[in-house]
């Protein structure tokens, strides 16, 4: 006994010899540690579970994130909007906006509200006073300025949210009102200030930002206007802890939990064990794992929520027969919508619209009549037949050709993130083709191709997601417009099906500079619906339901219909429901 | 002369999951002190793994299956080898009984020096470190090395001077026998022939007796004082090396010699056939299939060694009393 | 004839001297130019790749802002594309980077990974934990793997050693992600004896204090044990072949006739000589280890280098890429140069036949 503990603490020196050598050879990473005036207790009752350290599991809550993100841990600045990590929850915690939309609501937040003068070439936002930074320092009407113009002459440094502000001037009016001066008549100005899903414009601290770099300036103690602040971010780990500050702006929607541990688990198939143990809340897992994890532990929950980006087929107008809306149309009906809605992770819902709606939907900017006439939502093989054989589209040995006689053959490419549905449309697509007559190859693409080939136009058909605003669905045609018909190879940063209709173009160049909220924008809308219907550019698939896992252990009180997506500024929304289980 | 080392019956084979295949069969053959015995045959005769018998050096799957080996020494103190256990036969070899093996180019160690070399194996037989230099050095001399060669590596030296350094690590603890395998195969004719004389050299001033073991016949008509011949796993003739080349008795001898090239352009005589190998051994003499002068008894029964008189023996029917030697008068 | 042969012997001493110069000289040479092709053949086949990091990171903005403006997106394209130098024609950026990458202390430039961090404090930071927890794995199993091999390849005829060799081979051929998936699964979370992943624990800042050291020791054995397994049985495998081989050499029977000790044929004879080409194959491993058994930092959630050069890939993040490769190169080519200059010491035929 005593032999195997020596050898065991012989074996123990030298691994620590070992490390300590390695340790003097190169320099260790040093993730940054900030010490917070008021330390968790350290003395806890005896039957109070504790984690990460000294931490109730009871008062924490642990996000346990998935998404292939950067990698950077001890950054915390939003300003590289591309390159910050989305899983340390530095943007979801303490990150926030002036107005904040789910669903066509929209909650203030950092502000109160917004006004347009008549010709729309003025906009005075009124903000939320009394609002402090989480160091204790005080919001005001300076931060706001500060920031303007921070962004402003950062613009051409790769940072989000500061070309918008380019010829635009701006005043405080008093403490609480900012009156912006714009060079032309726009009615959508104040959507730079609403969080749509993740980002919009918002505040930086000036005493934290101000002479300090905007691309490699890392805010390392991650001052936000959250409820939460930093105690300490480990890149080793990859884990970041919160804590609760309970001198918070906004006491009403103070969150419940009095930690937050976000942490990056790359590998599901590891992870779910540890979800099975009940060690996280709340995070995103594929889909398969998560039906195992519900069969091992009662308390984990699908929480289901609509996406806010619904999916759709783009059609590449370059290549022949695509070119022809009645073939795009033909497609249409042979696509089973229903079908594929149904094959989703969490069974989905087919729309007639790409922005998401629960099956109301917002008859201002939407012709049901065309959506029938064009039948976009329709599965049916027979009409497709119809249609080709009308539209001169013969069928020779079982085969069908072109206007220029050769055999239609088409490539239809998804992307695999282990949801049924972002596959399975190409197969029953190609299976419903081939009864007619067409040849449809899926083809699936990496991520990073994808995001490659599509802008480039490298495809005939191809799957991507449209996040579209229901409160303003302009994003829906804008993409449409012919500036972004780019040759085949170059990028493209619209919907890359290369379509161009100058009656679009004129519909679409109207509707930007309306006023959504007003009736005649409002026609336009119906009217660029109907060109779409009749079109098809492409295809609305089908919305989707999302589930991530929900531990309900600790934490309850999320439910379905609640406003709020489970990523980005949304998490912030969602916080105000959790509550502790009993 | 006293007889050195009397081996009766012995047999080796490779040892098989379920048999073993004999490789040399009931051997007896007798050496004696200070001679130098060549024991001559074709490639694959037996000779090695006889060579290998004798030093009890059989590696699996290389076995020893019976025979006894009395080595008798000059104080008269007689040992029998395939009874000494491997602890006593370690410190036995070389000191009384040494080595050289085939193929002895390469029988050193490529990545230590000579002078380890030397100086590990004298340390193993008692020496002190310093005796064993000085020894070392002795030795090299006796072979006509120069001392530095110590300091060498062996792919520093030449085919010849490696050879050399072999002999000199044979004969170093002064052995009583030397048995060394295919000397001077490989060397060219002019090292071979300095090889050969400082091992007779050595012979007559140690007074240590060696096997050598060859295919070459010149190589047994240069040095050996006695031969023995073998084919396929036996001794076929024993004698002088003299009477064997004067008068071959067994037809094996005959050819062998035959094959010899004279000086005048005479046609080389050779033998028909190939020697088998010890999975197909033929039955009765091993030799019947390839004999000029085969008759009945031959593929019946093994002839049996038998001295023939002056310090002859041979194994052959032809000389067997029971059968009628007829043709002998051929001759 | 003895004379003329001592005389030989000088004069390929000095020429044995004057060769070995030229042989470190010449090797070095070979070196340069091996790291600098690495490097290139590196540099643009990373770049045929499918896949752009501006199109991804477009795609990323996309997620993470939303409806971010087409016009903003481009401005900040713009940017990063001027950030990475990816305007420039692809014969330039080579130039740039090879050229920062020498004269400016193996700076291969921004990481987009962890951008604003550059690649190469990323990969001084990453490279303690492949050093420390890989390498020296490969060293324990190379060390335990030669030593058993030595014993099973000396006792080869042994029938217990049949059993050990067919537990070698199977261990061999198991993939190393399933030893680890097994150690994860088994050891981590039925048995609960080790942590089944991470450097140390999450709730833990690097201190030099028992209770991080000792969580640091604790999170390394699993993923050292699942490469020591798997290279260690490769290892003892190739040793024990090694050893077989010499066994029957002519200088190890004549050994045992000169009746030298079984200890010191081991040692002196077997040993020595099977151990030439078995430290070539722990050169050429080691450097491997780099990133090759980048699976293992992935399942065990370990911020090595085989993690970075993961998410990497998926960015298509260049520089970082070839920051993690070229390091491996050099590695490998390092290891190998010093194997190379080192094993004279070890195999004197080497000095004279180079």
Request: some cysteine; aromatic content about 10%.
């Amino acid at each position: 006994m005593l032999a195997t503990k020596s050898k065991r603490l012989a074996f123990v020196a030298a691994m620590a010899a070992l490390f300590a050598l390695m340790a003097c050879a190169s320099p260790v990473s040093e993730p940054i540690v900030i010490e917070v005036t008021s330390t968790p207790e350290p003395m806890m009752p005896a039957e109070v579970e504790l984690v990460f350290g000294d931490l109730p599991r009871d008062e924490t809550f642990i996000v346990a994130s998935q998404a292939p993100n950067n990698d950077v841990w001890d950054s915390f600045n939003h300003y590289q909007a591309a390159t910050y990590n989305n899983a340390s929850g530095y943007n979801q915690l303490t990150q926030e906006m002036p107005f904040l939309e789910w669903d066509g609501v929209i909650y203030p937040w950092l502000a109160q509200s917004w006004e347009y003068d008549g010709d729309g070439t003025e906009l005075t936002l009124t903000i939320t006073e009394g609002v402090n930074w989480n160091d204790g320092m005080p919001l005001t009407i300076e931060d706001w300025l500060f920031t303007l113009q921070y962004n402003a002459d950062n613009a051409d440094k790769g940072i989000a949210w500061a070309s918008f502000l380019t010829d635009i001037e701006w005043r405080a009016e008093g403490s609480n009102q900012i009156v912006f001066t714009l060079p032309e008549s726009n009615f959508r100005f104040h959507q730079n200030f609403i969080g749509h899903i993740a980002g919009a414009w918002r505040p930086v601290a000036k005493h934290v930002w101000e002479g300090q770099d905007a691309t490699t300036f890392k805010n390392p103690d991650a001052i936000g206007s959250g409820p939460y602040r930093l105690v300490s971010a480990n890149s080793d780990t990859r884990t970041v802890i919160w804590e609760r500050r309970d001198e918070y702006w906004d006491p009403e929607r103070l969150p419940a939990p009095k930690y937050q541990v976000w942490l990056k688990r790359p590998e599901a198939d590891v992870a779910v064990f540890e979800w099975e143990e009940g060690a996280y809340d709340l995070g995103r897992i594929p889909f398969q794992l998560m039906t195992r994890m519900m069969s091992a532990n009662a308390h984990i929950k699908p929480l289901v929520h609509q996406d806010p980006c619904p999916r759709g087929l783009i059609f590449n107008v370059m290549n022949e027969p695509l070119d022809d809306p009645l073939f795009r149309r033909a497609l249409g009906l042979l696509m089973n919508r229903q079908a594929v809605a149904n094959l989703a992770n969490v069974p989905s819902y087919v729309t007639p619209v790409l922005w998401p709606n629960t099956g109301e939907i917002d008859e201002r900017f939407y012709d049901a009549a065309a959506a029938e006439e064009f039948e976009v939502t329709t599965f049916d093989p027979e009409k497709a037949v119809q249609l080709l054989d009308e539209a001169g589209y013969a069928l020779v040995d079982g085969v069908r050709l072109d206007k220029s006689g050769n055999p239609i053959s088409l490539d239809a490419f998804y992307i695999d993130i282990g949801d049924p549905a972002w596959t399975v449309w190409s197969w029953l697509l190609a299976e419903q083709a081939e009864k007619v007559g067409i040849e449809v190859n899926p083809r699936l693409l990496d991520i990073p191709t994808f995001f490659a080939q599509g802008p480039n136009g490298e495809f005939d058909i191809l799957f991507r997601w449209f996040c579209t605003r229901p409160s303003d669905p302009t994003a829906m045609y804008d993409g449409l417009h012919s500036k972004y018909a780019m040759p085949i190879g170059e990028r493209s940063s619209g919907i890359p099906g290369r379509y161009r209709n100058p009656e679009l173009d004129a519909i679409i160049d109207q509707i930007r500079t309306g006023d959504p909220a007003s009736a005649a924008t409002q026609e336009l809308f119906r009217q660029a619906y109907r060109i779409w219907a009749e079109e098809q550019p492409y295809l609305s698939l089908f919305g989707e339901n999302e589930g991530v896992a929900f531990n309900t252990q600790y934490w309850t009180g999320l439910e379905v219909g609640q406003p709020w997506v489970h990523w980005g500024a949304h998490f912030r929304q969602m916080m105000v429901w959790i509550v502790p289980a009993q | 002369m006293s007889t050195l080392l009397k081996i009766r019956n012995l047999s080796a084979g490779l040892q098989g999951r379920r048999a073993i295949t004999q490789v040399v069969s009931n051997v007896d053959l007798d050496v004696e002190a200070g001679e130098i015995l060549g024991i001559v045959g074709e490639s694959g005769c037996g000779k090695s793994t006889m060579a290998a018998a004798i030093l009890r050096l059989l590696a699996r799957p290389q076995a020893l299956q019976s025979g006894s080996m009395q080595l008798t020494l000059e104080d008269g103190e007689t040992y029998d080898l395939l009874q000494m256990p491997e602890k006593k036969l370690r410190q036995f070899r070389w000191r009384r009984l040494s080595y050289i093996p085939q193929g002895s180019m390469n029988s050193l160690n490529p990545v230590l020096r000579v002078r380890r070399q030397m100086t590990d194996t004298l340390v193993e037989h008692g020496l002190t470190k310093e005796e064993a230099l000085g020894r070392a050095g002795e030795v090299l001399e006796q072979v006509n090395l120069e001392p530095r060669v110590l300091d060498s590596y062996p792919h520093e030296l030449s085919g010849g001077m490696r050879q050399r350094v072999i002999i000199a690590l044979a004969v170093s603890m002064r052995p009583a026998l030397v048995v060394a395998d295919e000397l001077t195969t490989a060397l060219d004719v002019v090292t071979q022939r300095q090889i050969l004389q400082q091992m007779a050299a050595i012979r007559d001033e140690l007074g240590t007796t060696f096997i050598l073991i060859t295919h070459d016949m010149g190589v047994v008509a240069q040095v050996a004082d006695r031969m023995a011949v073998m084919y396929a796993g036996r001794i076929g003739e024993v004698g002088s090396v003299k009477d064997v080349f004067a008068s071959p008795l067994h037809p094996y001898s005959q050819a062998l010699i035959a094959s010899i090239p004279q000086q005048s352009g005479q046609r080389v005589e050779g033998l028909s056939g190939e020697a088998p190998s010890p999975w197909n051994y033929p039955a009765g003499c091993r030799f019947h299939p390839r004999c000029p002068r085969v008759f009945e008894p031959c593929s019946e029964q093994a002839p049996a060694l038998r001295p023939q008189g002056s310090g002859r023996w041979a194994a052959c029917h032809l000389f067997e009393p029971q059968f009628e030697p007829q043709n002998v008068s051929d001759q | 004839m003895v004379a003329q042969e001592t005389e030989t012997m000088e004069a390929a001493e000095v020429s044995g001297r004057r060769e070995a110069v030229h042989y470190i000289v010449r090797r070095f040479g070979i070196y340069l130019f091996t790291l600098w092709a690495a490097f290139t053949v590196a540099f643009f086949v990373f770049r045929m790749v499918p896949g752009d990091p501006m199109t991804i990171l477009l795609g990323q903005l996309s997620r993470a802002e939303g409806q971010l403006d087409p016009e903003e997106a481009e401005v900040i394209i713009a940017h990063y594309r001027e950030v990475f130098g990816l305007d420039e024609p692809l014969y330039k950026q080579y130039v740039f980077y090879l050229g920062n990458s020498i004269f400016r202390g193996l700076d291969f430039g921004p990481s987009f990974v962890a951008y604003p961090t550059p690649t190469r404090d990323l990969i001084v930071q990453r490279l303690p934990w492949t050093v420390g927890i890989f390498t020296t794995s490969v060293l324990l199993a190379w060390i335990a793997g030669t030593g058993l091999g030595a014993v099973m390849g000396w006792l080869h005829q042994r029938r217990l050693t049949g059993l050990a060799v067919a537990v070698s081979t199977l261990l061999q051929i198991t993939p190393v992600y399933l030893v680890a998936l097994g150690l994860i699964i088994y050891v981590g979370f039925a048995l609960r004896w080790l942590p089944p992943g991470g450097p140390y624990a999450a709730h833990l800042q690097p201190t030099w204090n028992w209770e991080f050291i000792s969580s640091l020791l604790r999170h390394a054995i699993l993923p050292m044990l699942s490469v020591m397994l798997t290279l260690g049985a490769g290892f003892t495998l190739g040793m024990r072949a090694l050893m077989i081989s010499v066994l029957g050499e002519d200088y190890l029977t004549f050994a045992k006739a000169k009746g030298v000790l079984p200890l010191t044929i081991l040692k002196d004879y077997a040993l020595r000589n099977a151990l030439i080409p078995q430290v070539t194959g722990l050169a050429i491993v080691l450097g491997a280890t780099l990133n090759g058994i980048f699976i293992v930092e992935v399942l065990f959630q370990l911020p090595g280098l085989g993690t970075l050069f993961v998410q990497a890939m998926g960015l298509r993040d260049f520089n970082t890429m070839q920051g993690i490769v070229l390091f491996s190169i050099f590695a490998v080519l390092t290891l190998t140069l010093i194997v190379d200059l080192a094993l004279p010491l070890l195999d004197p035929r080497i000095r004279k036949t180079v």
